[in-house]
């Protein structure tokens, strides 16, 4: 038994962690390449390693998987200290290498001088298809920097090819991650990158992406769905995912055949930064349209409601329990007065004053108000479903 024991600890030995094992970085410069400072890892490995996110047989192991900036040009390298076979004749280790290989597209190099070549036609590499937006995001070190965001299909030259290299990333920053079918001509692609200078010229740096299908709604309508989303670690929390989302809305808002924007699971952090980019451009149209927050509020409901599936019970209970939310102010607002009155009224006046607040009451009023008002909203989604 201690044999055993003994055994299993020195195997024990060979586990590595393959979230801290994998080392991915975006390369601009040659110096780059022996730089940690610029590396950084998946926050998950399991697709690949399993549910455990462990690589066996190594010491020290270390999974290369550097990009050129731009163009994501590839190169994969493992390394390690000590392998298991040259302790245990009978034991295995993992085929890493033939993991990684089954995400990462044909094409990568091996060689640390072949991959310095490719990082030197960066100068070549230019975003793929229309610019939408530009914006700058000021940085203590390097003063002002500029960000754009292109919208891209499979038509652009190069693109599909780009876009494998691009969404091998998924794979260790989104949990449940898949690789999409980019033939399908119903995919839509927006891509953010940053400008920078080196040598003198203009250089582009991918920043991330978000791939958005357009499903056919009848009878001539399109329903854009959001997939997936990713900006790349060395710029998150910059605010370029709310710059990219509130690029994607304006740009489907402006096409008459879009009916409503919607996201594929989205998760609890896409959620929040939806209600920020939304809220935000709630407060723009204010401003532009002179309403005051009364009117912007109904005509989030009226909207909110037309893209409610309502035969969904716990959608429509959200629904319904927001705007009762709303409806419940006057109610509150009564409670505090109440309140008040507590303080100068003699106990039979304010039986009296209670007597009209009963909770039942109020519920049953709110109930009420809230069928009213839904009503309104219905036949004012009605009139503008009939003037589509």
Not at 20 to 44: M, N, S, W
Not at 366 to 381: A, G, H, N
């Amino acid at each position: 038994m201690a044999a055993v024991n003994t055994m299993e600890k020195k195997l024990a030995e060979y586990k590595c962690d393959t979230n801290e094992a994998i080392c991915l970085k975006l390369v601009r410069f040659p110096e780059d390449v022996e730089d940690d400072g610029t590396t950084f890892h998946p926050e998950y490995s399991h697709q690949i390693f399993g549910d455990d996110e462990v690589a066996f047989g190594y010491k020290g192991l270390q999974i290369q998987l550097f990009y050129t900036a731009g163009n994501l040009s590839t190169i994969l390298k493992v390394k390690y200290s000590s392998k298991v076979t040259e302790t245990f004749d009978c034991v295995e280790p993992d085929e890493v290498e033939g993991k990684i290989r089954e995400i990462v597209p044909a094409g990568f190099t091996c060689n640390t001088d072949d991959f310095i070549s490719l990082l030197e036609k960066e100068a070549n590499f230019k975003p793929f298809g229309t610019l939408l937006h530009t914006y700058t995001v000021h940085s203590e070190e390097a003063g002002e920097l500029t960000y754009q965001i292109h919208k891209a299909d499979i038509t652009c030259p190069g693109f599909l090819e780009y876009h494998e290299r691009l969404q091998t990333f998924l794979m260790w920053f989104i949990e449940t991650a898949s690789f999409i079918d980019p033939d399908d001509d119903r995919w839509d692609f927006f891509l953010v990158f940053e400008k920078y200078n080196k040598d003198g010229e203009t250089l582009y740096a991918t920043v991330g992406y978000m791939t958005v299908y357009n499903y056919y709604v009848y009878p001539d309508k399109t329903r854009p769905r959001v997939s997936q989303m990713l900006i790349l670690p060395p710029f998150q929390g910059e605010g370029h995912g709310a710059q990219l989302l509130e690029a994607v809305h304006r740009f489907y808002c402006s096409l008459p055949k879009v009916q409503d924007i919607t996201a594929e699971d989205p998760s609890e952090n896409y959620v929040k930064l939806r209600d920020y980019v939304l809220l935000d451009m709630i407060k723009e149209a204010q401003d532009k349209s002179k309403i005051n927050k009364k009117h912007a509020r109904r005509v989030y409901e009226i909207l909110r409601l037309r893209a409610t599936d309502m035969s969904d019970e716990e959608k429509a209970r959200d629904y319904r329990l927001e705007v009762k939310k709303r409806l419940f102010g006057p109610y509150r607002k009564n409670q505090r007065e109440l309140a008040k009155l507590r303080k100068c009224l003699r106990p039979e006046e304010l039986v009296s004053h209670m007597g009209q607040m009963d909770t039942e009451t109020q519920h049953e009023e709110l109930e009420k108000s809230y069928q009213v008002v839904v009503e309104d909203y219905r036949r004012i989604i009605e009139r503008l479903a009939s003037q589509a």
